[in-house]
């Protein structure tokens, strides 16, 4: 992670309201529409976000200890 990411990131509480978000909207949307649900956020985010080498390093990131 680069350190302008690191320097944009949540503090802790924040890190869990994002959590308890997200999991209230995958509740939300059922687990058939749950992936699609998934692909959609991240590619809003990718977007937002406006850095593709950052976002595939956020996909290494997330695939680690799986």
Do not use: C, H, W
């Not at 320097?7 to 994002?18: F, M, Q, S, Y």
């Amino acid at each position: 992670m680069t350190a302008t990411a690191m320097t944009r990131g949540l503090p802790i509480a924040g890190l869990e309201g994002a959590y308890d978000a997200l999991a209230e909207a995958i509740d939300r949307v059922g687990e058939e529409q749950s992936e699609l649900f998934l692909v959609k956020l991240a590619l809003l985010n990718a977007n937002a976000l406006g850095d593709a080498g950052l976002f595939r390093q956020q996909i290494e990131a997330a695939l680690r200890d799986l």
